[in-house]
């Protein structure tokens, strides 16, 4: 099956720094991937939608200058999350869908997710 | 827009025992409807999913899910929980022209010996 990676799994920073996490579809291209948050034992909640080649689209009440999603090519998504605090602190988690492919085409594939702290 | 709900968000069995999840859903338009399952400090993935057809969908580790449109509901089931069941499980919808999933609030199982 399709898969997506993530980079980094974990990371820790100070508060006031940017941390980019990289989404990557392997072995498919993605037009589309999209950035969730999931905080500690809740539900996934979608950031945005993040398209190739253009503005990402997001989702009512996520900062867009906070996040900032660029997908530079058809195998790469990448959320910035600028001037990191404490509150920023969350699991962020990145899918795509697969190449339209008969009844697959509202599947979705997740990355591992990438841990972020901010001290 | 479609909202998912969860009834139940611990639910704590013991090995070889049935298990039930419950979710419902709610859309004004057809949706396609998905369970995903997060072991721990892991990904999501997909355990099963309807999309037409028969309402009754299975996964290859013995879970089902059965579609009802009158109750609009899709509740997981597994007659005989495995220890390494434990994990988190979530209900997902996504309208039938849209990727866009709108997850529940994931349901906890704790599989004891």
């Known amino acids: 099956g399709a898969v997506v990676s993530q980079h980094p799994s974990r990371v820790i920073c100070k508060s006031g720094t940017s941390v980019k996490i990289e989404c990557r579809s392997l072995?498919?291209?993605?037009?589309?991937m999209f950035w969730y948050r999931q905080f500690p034992k809740q539900s996934l909640m979608l950031m945005a939608t993040?398209?190739?080649?253009?503005?990402?689209?997001?989702e009512q009440g996520v900062e867009k200058d906070k996040f900032l999603i660029n997908h530079a090519s058809l195998t790469l998504s990448t959320l910035t999350v600028t001037s990191a605090h404490p509150e920023d602190s969350s699991f962020y988690i990145c899918?795509?869908?697969?190449?339209?492919?008969?009844?697959?085409?509202?599947?979705?594939?997740f990355g591992p997710g990438t841990r972020l702290t901010v001290l | 827009a479609q909202s998912v709900t969860q009834l139940d968000s611990q639910v704590p069995v013991f090995e070889e025992a049935p298990v039930e999840l419950r979710c419902n859903y709610s859309?004004?338009?057809?949706?396609?409807l998905f369970w995903y399952v997060q072991y721990p400090n892991q990904g999501l993935q997909l355990l099963l999913k309807y999309l037409s057809g028969s309402t009754l969908v299975e996964s290859i580790n013995g879970f089902e899910a059965e579609f009802n449109k009158s109750q609009t509901s899709f509740h997981l089931r597994k007659p005989s929980v495995h220890i390494s069941d434990t994990a988190e499980y979530f209900c997902?919808?996504?309208?039938?022209?849209?990727?866009?999933?709108?997850f529940g609030a994931g349901t906890t199982v704790t599989v004891r010996a």
């Open positions: 993040s398209n190739e080649g253009s503005k990402a689209t997001y």
């Open positions: 072995d498919f291209q993605a037009t589309t």
């Open positions: 859309s004004s338009v057809s949706v396609y």
């Open positions: 899918s795509a869908p697969p190449p339209r492919a008969g009844s697959s085409y509202n599947e979705q594939f």
């Open positions: 997902a919808v996504t309208r039938s022209n849209d990727y866009k999933l709108s």
